[in-house]
């Protein structure tokens, strides 16, 4: 028999966080020039490409050697495509937008995808994903420095580069299937994080300032603009119980939000990822508080959704308390975060051995 152990993992910034599921993690939109058959094949490739740095939450697997076959035969895993008229954007990676008007819309089944990321060892970042806090500065040489908020209408009508940076993180975000929010920058905001703590990076009142937010983790990004047109800036994160700090310098007129905000995509996602393995563990999950039918059908909807969960069956049953046998690919810390941070599952217990096969939560759903 199971030892019986309990598991907890000290995983999000906010005891309260409740990560969010993100949907067409399998379809892309991506520019072509033409509808033309030699557009069609770059767009079909560019578009598998866009679904694997979302699916793996890493765009360094883009420089797998062992992929680049599979990029050329991207249209292998097509579900369904379509082209369709771009909206017209202004922002930082659209310089020539006016000749990419036309839009390819490409869906990859699901299965062979899977099937792809399983054969070739890549990580997977599960579709209930972390909800990030993004907190940024810019120091203008004309206005000082300034918080970039949610509302860009409310930046000086002159910063460009400043509504350009939030409608670039937006575009980023998106294609990333990252799910985000900005601080509101109300009197409370104020208070805990004076405008200079934040320029200067201190960790702890970010991280302060930041758990009002109920956020998974938060992005700190400071930038300026030189008077010979560089951009020079620097970054810290917490995630997972991680901190990260890093800075930036491009040249003239060179684009700066794409790659820095996707360097620290590609860190900061890796404590949320798990490599998918041909051999599952088999786990015993205890759930207390299904006090009816309804809540134990609910259970099993949560189950379903985890992709990290390749099967799971009844094991017993005791009043309002049920247990689950459970095969989790990423094994019992990784399900243990995937069923915390779906809000519907709290841990209970103190620190236990990371070998633990026996898991208990109350169900919190009510």
């Known amino acids: 028999?199971?030892?019986?152990?309990?598991?907890?993992?000290?995983?999000?910034?906010?005891?309260?966080?409740?990560?969010?599921?993100?949907?067409?993690?399998?379809?892309?939109?991506?520019p072509v020039a033409d509808q033309s058959a030699e557009s069609k094949e770059r767009g079909i490739s560019d578009a598998l490409?866009?679904?694997?740095?979302?699916?793996?939450?890493?765009?360094?697997?883009?420089?797998?050697?062992?992929?680049?076959?599979?990029?050329?035969?991207?249209?292998?895993?097509?579900?369904?495509?379509?082209?369709?008229?771009?909206?017209i954007t202004n922002n930082l990676t659209s310089?020539?937008?006016?000749?990419?008007k036309v839009g390819l819309r490409v869906s990859f089944s699901r299965?062979?995808?899977?099937?792809?990321?399983?054969?070739?060892?890549?990580?997977?970042?599960?579709?209930?994903?972390?909800?990030?806090?993004?907190?940024?500065?810019?120091?203008?040489?004309?206005?000082g420095r300034e918080f970039l908020g949610q509302d860009a209408s409310s930046l000086d009508a002159d910063n460009n580069l400043g509504?350009?940076?939030?409608?670039?993180?937006?575009?980023?975000?998106?294609e990333r299937g990252i799910p985000y929010m900005l601080p509101t920058f109300d009197l409370e905001d104020?208070?805990?994080?004076?405008?200079?703590?934040?320029?200067?990076?201190?960790?702890?009142?970010?991280?302060?300032?930041?758990?009002?937010?109920?956020?998974?983790?938060?992005?700190?990004?400071?930038?300026?603009?030189?008077?010979?047109?560089?951009?020079?800036?620097?970054?810290?994160?917490?995630?997972?119980?991680?901190?990260?700090?890093?800075?930036?310098?491009?040249?003239?007129?060179?684009?700066?939000?794409?790659?820095v905000v996707n360097n620290i995509l590609n860190s900061l996602t890796r404590s949320f990822s798990y490599i998918p393995r041909g051999d599952t563990n088999s786990l015993l999950v205890e759930i207390a508080g299904i006090n009816s039918y309804s809540d134990y059908q609910r259970v099993n909807?949560?189950?379903?959704?985890?992709?990290?969960?390749?099967?799971?069956?009844?094991?017993?049953?005791k009043e309002s308390q049920i247990t689950f046998s459970?095969?989790?690919?990423?094994?019992?810390a990784l399900l243990h975060k995937a069923l915390v941070r779906s809000g519907y599952f709290r841990s209970r217990g103190d620190d236990l051995p990371k070998d633990s096969q026996y898991l208990i939560f109350d169900w919190m759903a009510k």
Do not use: H
Request: charged letters at 20%; glycine letters at 4%.
């Open 326 to 332: 459970v095969a989790a690919e990423g094994g019992a």
């Open 190 to 259: 104020q208070l805990a994080l004076p405008i200079d703590s934040a320029w200067n990076l201190r960790a702890d009142e970010i991280q302060s300032a930041s758990q009002r937010y109920s956020a998974d983790g938060w992005v700190a990004l400071r930038f300026y603009r030189t008077s010979i047109g560089e951009v020079r800036g620097a970054w810290v994160y917490q995630a997972a119980g991680q901190r990260q700090i890093g800075d930036f310098n491009t040249e003239n007129d060179e684009l700066f939000v794409t790659s």
């Open 49 to 87: 490409k866009n679904v694997l740095v979302k699916l793996t939450g890493n765009g360094d697997v883009l420089q797998l050697s062992r992929l680049a076959t599979i990029f050329d035969n991207a249209s292998a895993y097509i579900d369904a495509l379509s082209f369709q008229d771009l909206p």
């Open 95 to 100: 310089q020539d937008s006016a000749a990419q």
């Open 301 to 317: 909807e949560q189950f379903k959704k985890l992709e990290i969960v390749s099967s799971f069956d009844l094991f017993s049953t």
């Open 1 to 30: 028999m199971l030892r019986k152990v309990l598991v907890i993992l000290l995983f999000m910034s906010s005891p309260f966080s409740n990560a969010e599921e993100v949907e067409n993690l399998y379809v892309s939109l991506v």
């Open 163 to 174: 509504v350009e940076v939030l409608a670039e993180l937006s575009n980023i975000m998106t």
């Open 111 to 143: 299965s062979a995808i899977d099937e792809l990321i399983r054969n070739n060892q890549l990580p997977v970042l599960p579709s209930n994903r972390p909800k990030l806090l993004v907190w940024i500065v810019l120091d203008d040489v004309t206005t």
